[in-house]
C-alpha cells in the first residue's frame, strides 16, 4: 500500500489521487500505443485529441462563448506578467492594476517596466489582508486595461466580486481559484492560470484570451511573445509542455465528471466553512487577520497567539500526517490550501486538528 498524507501545500499542491491513478495506469503504454505520453510526438493524433479536448473542456466548463481562444504556454504564470504589458500596453498608453499583495505588485513591476502604471487602487495600507470593494476602483476609461488577482494565495484574499470595467478590458490572473466556483468568465477580457494551484502540475499556464484582443496587440514583438503566435497554432507552435497539458486535461474531465462548477463550488464551500466557522468560534484562540468580506476559499490564513505556538501547530501537524500548514514567510503563520483537488475529509482533518490542538493548549 502506498501511503499518502493530507498535503495542504500552497503549490504545487495536491492532485486528485484518481487523476494520479489513471496516470500511472496510462504511463508506460498510453492507450495502446506502446509509448508513454511523454514519448509521442506533439504533433501526433494522440496529442492532438488532448490538446483538442483540453480546449473544449475549458470552454464548456466555463461557459465561454465562440470568441474566446484557450491557450497553453510555458514559462508560468509570472512571465504572463510580462506577457500582457508587451503585447496589449502601447506608448503614450495607460495600463491600470489594481494591488493586493505580493503577486499583484510583481504584475505591476513588470508593467512598470514597459510602459505607464495608474494604480486603480491599493490594499497596502492595511497590509493587504483585503481586497478593494469593485465599486471603489479608480481608473481612466481610456486605460488599455485592468488587470487585478483574483485569489491573492499568500495573503489569503479574494475577490467575491468583480468590477463592471465598461469598455476597459479586465484582464485578471486566476492561478490560485481558476475553476474553484462559479464566476462569469465572459466578463474577462483575459484571463491565466499558472497550472500548480487548481489545474494540475507545474510547467504549464493556461491564457485565456477574447477575439477583439488579438487586434491590440503591438506591432513587431518577437514571435514567441505574440499572443496571435498560440492562438493560430493552437498551443503548437512549439513544444509544448505536453505531459503536464495532459493533466491538466485529464484534471478538466474530473471537473466535468463530478458535475461542473455548481458542484465543485458547493464542495469548496463546505470545506472554507469548517475552518473559518472554527476561528470565528474562537477569536480568542485564532485569529484571522483578513477582514471578512474579503476571505479566500482557496488560502485559509490564520495566526496563534505566538509564534512559538505556531511552530508547535505545524511540527505537530506534520507528525498527524498533515502537510504544507506553514504560512508564506512574508506573512507566517498558518496558511490552509484547501484548492479543488482537497477532499473534504482533508478540511475536516484539519478542523479537527485545530480543535484538538486548541484544547491541548
Ligand atoms: C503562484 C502564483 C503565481 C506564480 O506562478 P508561476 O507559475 O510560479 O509563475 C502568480 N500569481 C498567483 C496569484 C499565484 O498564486
Not at 508593467?111 to 478593494?132: C, E, F, I, M
Not at 468568465?185 to 487548481?198: C, D, E, R
Not at 477574447?210 to 503591438?218: F, G, K, S, V
Given at each position: 500500500?502506498?501511503s499518502?498524507v493530507?498535503?495542504?501545500?500552497?503549490?504545487?499542491?495536491?492532485?486528485?489521487?484518481?487523476?494520479?491513478?489513471?496516470i500511472?495506469?496510462?504511463?508506460?503504454?498510453?492507450?495502446?500505443?506502446?509509448?508513454?505520453?511523454?514519448?509521442?510526438?506533439?504533433?501526433?493524433?494522440?496529442?492532438?485529441?488532448?490538446?483538442?479536448?483540453?480546449i473544449?473542456?475549458?470552454?464548456?466548463?466555463?461557459?465561454?462563448?465562440?470568441?474566446?481562444?484557450?491557450?497553453f504556454?510555458?514559462g508560468?504564470a509570472?512571465?504572463?506578467?510580462?506577457?500582457?504589458?508587451?503585447?496589449f500596453?502601447?506608448?503614450?498608453k495607460?495600463?491600470?492594476?489594481?494591488?493586493t499583495g505580493?503577486w499583484?505588485?510583481k504584475?505591476?513591476?513588470?508593467?512598470?517596466?514597459?510602459?505607464?502604471v495608474?494604480l486603480?487602487?491599493?490594499s497596502?495600507?492595511?497590509?493587504?489582508?483585503?481586497?478593494p470593494?469593485?465599486?471603489?476602483?479608480?481608473?481612466?476609461?481610456?486605460?488599455v486595461?485592468?488587470?487585478?488577482?483574483?485569489?491573492?494565495?499568500i495573503k489569503?484574499t479574494?475577490?467575491?466580486?468583480?468590477?463592471?470595467s465598461?469598455?476597459?478590458?479586465l484582464?485578471c490572473d486566476?492561478?490560485?481559484?481558476?475553476?474553484?466556483h462559479?464566476?462569469?468568465?465572459?466578463k474577462?477580457?483575459?484571463?491565466y492560470?499558472?497550472?500548480?494551484?487548481?489545474?494540475?502540475p507545474?510547467g504549464?499556464?493556461m491564457v485565456?484570451?477574447?477575439d477583439?484582443?488579438?487586434?491590440?496587440?503591438?506591432?513587431?514583438?518577437p514571435?514567441?511573445f505574440?499572443?496571435?503566435?498560440?492562438?493560430?497554432?493552437?498551443?503548437?507552435?512549439?513544444?509544448?509542455?505536453?505531459?503536464?497539458?495532459y493533466v491538466?486535461k485529464?484534471?478538466?474531465?474530473w471537473?466535468?465528471?463530478?458535475?461542473?462548477?455548481?458542484?465543485?463550488?458547493?464542495n469548496?464551500?463546505?470545506?472554507k466553512?469548517?475552518?473559518?466557522?472554527l476561528?470565528d468560534?474562537?477569536?480568542?484562540y485564532?485569529?484571522?487577520?483578513?477582514?471578512e468580506n474579503?476571505?479566500s476559499?482557496?488560502?485559509?490564513?490564520?495566526?496563534l497567539?505566538?509564534?512559538?505556538?505556531e511552530?508547535?501547530?505545524?511540527?505537530?501537524?506534520?507528525?498527524?500526517?498533515?502537510?504544507?500548514?506553514?504560512g508564506?514567510?512574508s506573512?507566517?503563520g498558518?496558511?490552509?490550501?484547501?484548492?479543488?483537488?482537497m477532499?473534504?475529509?482533508?478540511?475536516?482533518?484539519?478542523?479537527?486538528f485545530?480543535?484538538?490542538?486548541?484544547?491541548n493548549?
Amino acid at each position: 500500500m502506498v501511503s499518502r498524507v493530507y498535503n495542504y501545500n500552497p503549490g504545487p499542491s495536491t492532485l486528485p489521487l484518481e487523476v494520479l491513478e489513471i496516470i500511472q495506469k496510462e504511463l508506460l503504454d498510453y492507450r495502446g500505443t506502446g509509448m508513454s505520453i511523454m514519448e509521442i510526438s506533439h504533433r501526433s493524433p494522440e496529442y492532438d485529441e488532448i490538446n483538442n479536448q483540453a480546449i473544449s473542456l475549458v470552454k464548456n466548463l466555463m461557459d465561454l462563448g465562440d470568441n474566446y481562444h484557450v491557450i497553453f504556454v510555458g514559462g508560468g504564470a509570472s512571465t504572463q506578467f510580462a506577457h500582457i504589458p508587451l503585447n496589449f500596453l502601447p506608448e503614450g498608453k495607460v495600463a491600470a492594476y489594481v494591488d493586493t499583495g505580493t503577486w499583484s505588485a510583481k504584475a505591476i513591476k513588470e508593467a512598470q517596466n514597459l510602459g505607464n502604471v495608474h494604480l486603480a487602487a491599493s490594499s497596502k495600507d492595511k497590509g493587504y489582508t483585503y481586497v478593494p470593494m469593485a465599486d471603489e476602483l479608480d481608473f481612466p476609461n481610456d486605460a488599455v486595461y485592468l488587470h487585478l488577482t483574483s485569489n491573492n494565495t499568500i495573503k489569503g484574499t479574494q475577490f467575491h466580486e468583480f468590477p463592471n470595467s465598461g469598455k476597459v478590458p479586465l484582464i485578471c490572473d486566476m492561478s490560485s481559484d481558476i475553476l474553484s466556483h462559479q464566476i462569469d468568465f465572459n466578463k474577462f477580457a483575459l484571463f491565466y492560470a499558472g497550472a500548480q494551484k487548481n489545474l494540475g502540475p507545474s510547467g504549464v499556464t493556461m491564457v485565456v484570451l477574447r477575439d477583439d484582443m488579438l487586434e491590440r496587440i503591438n506591432d513587431g514583438l518577437p514571435t514567441f511573445f505574440d499572443y496571435r503566435t498560440h492562438t493560430e497554432k493552437k498551443s503548437l507552435f512549439n513544444t509544448p509542455p505536453s505531459f503536464t497539458i495532459y493533466v491538466v486535461k485529464l484534471i478538466l474531465e474530473w471537473i466535468k465528471q463530478q458535475g461542473g462548477l455548481k458542484v465543485v463550488e458547493n464542495n469548496n464551500k463546505k470545506k472554507k466553512d469548517l475552518i473559518y466557522n472554527l476561528i470565528d468560534a474562537n477569536p480568542d484562540y485564532f485569529h484571522a487577520p483578513v477582514s471578512e468580506n474579503s476571505r479566500s476559499w482557496m488560502n485559509i490564513v490564520f495566526r496563534l497567539f505566538s509564534e512559538d505556538m505556531e511552530q508547535k501547530f505545524i511540527s505537530e501537524a506534520k507528525v498527524a500526517g498533515l502537510i504544507g500548514l506553514k504560512g508564506h514567510r512574508s506573512v507566517g503563520g498558518i496558511r490552509v490550501s484547501l484548492y479543488n483537488a482537497m477532499t473534504l475529509e482533508g478540511a475536516e482533518k484539519v478542523a479537527e486538528f485545530m480543535e484538538n490542538f486548541r484544547r491541548n493548549n
